[in-house]
């Protein structure tokens, strides 16, 4: 079993910038891609970003590309969202996600172990 912990959410203005963290532990020998998620309130848990084991790889939904980028430190398992230019769009609960398979995957089935979410709220 792994567990996820996200923190870094919080309150900021449009245009503003907010990091947040995700780290492992329990069975953590083995590593992961990772991903980002996102829920607003009513809406479905969407794709945000993905970076692969090794990090030499990362994906971004259309809506945050150019703005938001997802480093990874292994040795310290861990899995960063660095988020510029925020807009009100950008307001959820966001998620982090290790993925069990190798090849990319943008959708919440393929990742099996999930954090507990922290809420980014951007005011406009």
């Known amino acids: 079993q792994v567990q996820l912990v996200e923190s870094g959410g919080g309150l900021v203005q449009a245009g503003g910038s907010l990091r947040l963290s995700c780290t492992a532990s329990g069975s953590t020998s083995r590593r992961y891609p990772m991903g980002w998620f996102r829920q607003a309130p009513g809406k479905e848990r969407e794709f945000v970003a993905r970076i692969s084991l090794s990090g030499g790889s990362t994906n971004y939904a259309d809506s945050v590309k150019g703005r938001f980028t997802i480093p990874r430190d292994n040795a310290e398992k861990s899995v960063f969202l660095q988020m510029n230019s925020l807009k009100a769009e950008d307001t959820a609960v966001y998620y982090c996600?290790?993925?069990?398979?190798?090849?990319?995957?943008?959708?919440?089935?393929?990742?099996?172990?999930w954090g507990q979410g922290t809420q980014v709220t951007v005011s406009s």
């Open positions: 996600a290790a993925q069990t398979g190798n090849s990319a995957s943008f959708s919440t089935t393929g990742y099996a172990y």
